[in-house]
């Protein structure tokens, strides 16, 4: 299989492999003369290849990256991953006026030691990246409300479990105080109702609802144990006590 590459003033070079014999070279010069070179060991050569500084431009920032003369754009786009935080896919570079593909050679292209590449940032990647971040934003502020709700609810079920324990242990509780309770859970359920599913806050949102319901279904069956109870009477014993002798008192002239 051989595969051909035109780049700039006319020069064109063909790279492939033979069936028999190793990888082969191909390259024609600018005079029109065919050069052919066998290589015995590609990877070797590949690491006797000078090794270039190009200066990447990406609006006022500006990057210098070492890579070999032998590589393309697309293995350059992958060293400039971790400089500017942008996927390969993301990224668009530009040489001599012209975006250049990811199989372009850098060398097949002119570039030279210190050679200026300007990268732009793909508009459609541009989009779907703040398309992404507003749809973080959203699951991120409903994951704060449903944390905001779960509070209360904690602080609710603690009394869910005071008042149970008083009824099972034969104290009666005042009445006012399940039916406030009952009040109190029905509004965070409602509150928790109005917070819309977002990614995996749906199941968070779902948990925490069936909390809610698990404390009222509790309480109305406090409410009817409690109702059966009688209130304690607490009476006061008074101690009682003999009153102080009469102290004879003896007068003088």
Request: glycine fraction near 8%; aromatic fraction near 4%.
């Amino acid at each position: 299989m051989m595969r051909r590459t035109v780049s700039e003033g006319g020069s064109s070079a063909v790279r492939g492999e033979e069936a028999e014999g190793g990888e082969v070279g191909w390259e024609m010069r600018p005079g029109g003369m065919l050069v052919q070179k066998r290589l015995a060991d590609p990877g070797a050569a590949a690491a006797a290849a000078p090794v270039v500084r190009v200066r990447i431009s990406h609006g006022a920032v500006r990057y210098e990256v070492s890579v070999s003369s032998l590589a393309t754009f697309g293995e350059l786009k992958k060293l400039l991953t971790a400089e500017t935080g942008l996927q390969p896919g993301e990224q668009r570079l530009m040489y001599r006026g012209k975006e250049r593909g990811d199989g372009e050679f850098l060398d097949l292209c002119g570039v030279k030691d210190r050679s200026k590449v300007v990268l732009i940032q793909d508009p459609t990647s541009l989009e779907r990246r703040c398309v992404e971040m507003r749809r973080n934003a959203r699951i991120q502020s409903v994951h704060q409300a449903i944390y905001g709700v779960s509070l209360e609810v904690d602080k609710l079920a603690d009394q869910v479990t005071t008042i149970e324990k008083s009824v099972s242990n034969g104290n009666k509780v005042a009445e006012v105080q399940i039916t406030t309770l009952i009040e109190l859970l029905m509004r965070q359920a409602v509150k928790l109702d109005s917070i819309p599913s977002e990614g995996d806050a749906s199941s968070q949102k779902n948990l925490l609802a069936k909390r809610v319901q698990k404390c009222v279904e509790t309480l109305d069956v406090l409410e009817i144990s409690n109702a059966k109870l009688k209130p304690v009477v607490v009476t006061t014993k008074w101690e009682t006590f003999d009153p102080p002798a009469m102290t004879q008192w003896e007068f003088f002239d």
